[in-house]
């Protein structure tokens, strides 16, 4: 038993050597932030360039032209429209309205030429399309999302959202079909109607259904057409 | 221990303390400087910002030629990066990371862990870029048994640089509610601070690293009581550098927190997009005693087996 606990006792200490036992001891330590604006590295780009000129072909391609710029905004904004209505074309009628988000769409587009490029800055996501069941009590809580947050970009519904009503279409009726992308289907961005729904796909990112929208027409003109209205100071 | 607490106040000297060292004392060979240069959230930005803020910096180009630079003056450069390479310019969205992978490997990184933003194609397609990569990802938290990338990750590396041991172990962020689950499928997380004092003890106690590195993307702070790199570093015990991503944080100097063993722990990341390199230069010095309990500490180890 004696001899056992001497063992013990020995490797308890060896082992507290041990725990401080590494070779060698940090005494000192530097720090710096250095910001990345040398001289290129000739072999990187020489390994950068076959992919650039491919991907700049693409990317500059021109495949619309818009009236006047689409910026996002609340509580309604020509971007968010634009975004909203062309979704709902793509859908076919298998959806009543559609709802993205704000912080989703990452860029303007200027007024003019529309190149493969600003689709890209606008949704660098690949989020899809995707078509959610929502009952009434679960469209309800979309409405007062969009009321709470100021307005989102929505399609396919006008809302008048006053300080403890809000006024809108398909009350009465008991699944509305919700147009959005599999990111904001899936909870993001706080969106908790629609968690652990089934989520319905059409099939198409929504990045490459903007730019099939913009192939297929020559010219856009996108209007605020005051679907979103907030009484009372919302 | 006398020599950690020297760490510790030298941290707060810093380059004083350095510029005190001058080249005849690094000509004694107990004296050896590693210097750790890292990135993270590079986010596909190959080419140089083009506008706005940052206009003019960043581009992987640029990057190769800063990091050249420095391993023409410093012996000892280990490069790593905390995570999200893919998403963020249509590199990405065309090449799916091929491009992103192979800079990189030309850069000679020497590890990287992996951000939530690197299952955007699903793991199939980091899978697919794998074999464009020549370092190796770590990462010690997350379970890939079930999954197609079974296998091809390592919890941790040991680098040995000048006779110094460096560990390094990967951690990542939570999937579930940042990334689908059709992209990361049978991806499982595992809590972090439990798979890190799991991984620091082995490298530190069992390894005998010399310097114990988490590349992590947690991201450094919340106001919520979520896991960040500063809840990491002060819930572990062998932790002496935590190099972060995932909140884009500009930190101008890394933040000094204590760990449970009240040891000092320096929190460093470097904002996004490739915009800077951190660079963090270690200073150490050989400690002699240590010879004969490193061969005791082996003693020790046959004498368990047999017990």
Known sequence: MKSIFKLLLSQFLLLFLFSCSNEYQIVSNEYKVIEVKNEQDSTIIDIILPYKTQLDKEMNQIICYTKSELKKGKPESKLGNFVCDLSLLKADGMADICIFNNGGLRNIIASGNITVRDIYKVMPFENELVILDLNTKEYYDLLKYVANSGGEPIGGVNIIAKKDTIITAFNSKEIIRVLTTDYLANGGDNMKFFINKEQKKIGIKLRDAIINYCIEKDTIDIKIDNRLIFENGE | ?307
């Open chain 2, 1 to 307: 221990m006398g020599n950690r607490r020297n760490f510790i106040k030298n941290v707060s000297l810093g380059t004083i303390g350095l510029s005190l060292i001058s080249d005849s004392v690094f000509a004694n060979e107990n004296i050896k400087k590693i210097t750790i240069l890292h990135t993270n959230d590079m986010h596909s930005h190959i080419e140089p910002f083009k506008s706005g803020k940052y206009k003019g910096l960043g581009g992987m180009a640029q990057r190769a030629s800063l990091i050249s630079e420095i391993r023409k003056k410093e012996k000892n450069v280990l490069l790593l990066d905390a995570g999200d390479i893919f998403q963020g310019t249509p590199y990405f969205n065309y090449y799916g990371g091929e491009l992103e992978f192979k800079l990189m490997s030309k850069m000679n990184y020497d590890a990287a862990t992996l951000g939530n933003h690197d299952f955007d194609n699903g793991i199939d397609g980091l899978e697919r870029q794998l074999k464009h990569a020549s370092f190796p990802f770590l990462i010690a938290n997350y379970d890939f048994k079930n999954t197609i990338l079974k296998n091809r990750f390592n919890p941790y590396k040991v680098f040995y640089k000048d006779g110094i041991r460096i560990g390094v172990f990967g951690i990542g962020i939570e999937l579930e509610g940042l990334v689908s689950k059709e992209l990361y499928k049978e991806t499982v997380y595992n809590d972090p601070i439990i798979s890190s004092n799991y991984y620091s003890y082995k490298l530190k106690h069992e390894l005998n690293c010399d310097l114990v590195i988490c590349l992590s993307h947690l991201g450094y702070e919340y106001k919520s009581k979520k896991i960040s790199d500063t809840v990491l570093a002060q819930q572990t015990r062998d932790i002496d550098l935590i190099i972060g991503g995932h909140t884009h944080t500009f930190l101008k100097k890394p933040k000094i927190t204590t760990n449970l063993r009240n040891e000092k722990v320096i929190i460093n990341q470097v904002g996004f997009g490739g915009i800077n390199i951190g660079k963090i230069d270690f200073i150490f010095k050989q400690n002699k005693r240590d010879f004969n309990v490193k061969k005791s500490s082996i003693f020790v180890k046959k004498k368990k087996k047999t017990t």
